[in-house]
């Protein structure tokens, strides 16, 4: 089973804290989230295979560690994924980005892929799906879902908020992926919406309705 990892960082619970505020305009809450997925992007990556190689300092020859792979793909899922990649991207400026967008059709309650866009042999890499808010978990294990179908098999999911019933979802959907959250809130509502949360992500981020 994959293991559920939830950040106790002072810096990363303030800087929620100050997300989840309704008055929190717009460029601060892009702001906050660049530094969130920033700061969480350290314990995403802690266990990134490493080796070492041998540098010449200004002092002496010596045995130093670099990562041992060089390619990873940060996978924001449509549209709200999108403000979790720059702060990734400050902290590993050599990712790759593939974007995947999906909706569910109202009749089948079947995923449609609507946009689809990956790196390169990108199967290979080590994979970051990122969206800020995992509520039913829906669109979360349906991209998942998508990723293993093209051969994907080193898969991490990263995000903001966590209702339980999202957790679950992708546990039993998808047992072998880490998941990755800043808080787990306390439940869902008839809406679907994270109790307490933040709101839409998606329209917090981008100062929409």
Do not use: W
């Not at 505020?21 to 969130?36: C, G, I, M, P």
């Not at 990134?48 to 200004?58: I, S």
């Amino acid at each position: 089973m994959g293991k559920v990892h939830v950040f106790d960082h002072p810096l990363i619970s303030e800087k929620l804290t100050l997300m989840r505020n309704a008055d929190t305009s717009s460029q601060n809450f892009r702001h906050l989230l660049k530094e969130v997925s920033m700061l969480m992007g350290y314990e995403v990556t802690r266990n990134f295979e490493t080796k070492l190689v041998t540098v010449q300092t200004p002092i002496c020859k010596g045995s130093f560690t670099i990562l041992k792979e060089d390619f990873f793909t940060i996978v924001p899922i449509l549209r709200a994924g999108l403000g979790m990649v720059d702060g990734l991207l400050e902290l590993m400026p050599f990712a790759h980005v593939g974007h995947i967008g999906l909706y569910r059709d109202e009749n089948t309650r079947q995923p449609i892929e609507y946009y689809y866009k990956m790196p390169e042999d990108f199967e290979s890499s080590v994979i970051i799906v990122v969206d800020p808010m995992l509520a039913t978990g829906g669109s979360a294990v349906d991209a998942i879902s998508s990723l293993k179908s093209r051969g994907c098999k080193n898969i991490r999911l990263m995000n903001l908020i966590a209702a339980p019933e999202g957790v679950q979802f992708v546990q039993d959907h998808h047992p072998d992926v880490d998941i990755y959250v800043a808080a787990v809130d306390e439940k869902l509502n008839e809406n679907a919406y994270i109790v307490p949360g933040l709101g839409d992500a998606g329209d917090r981020i981008f100062g929409t309705k």
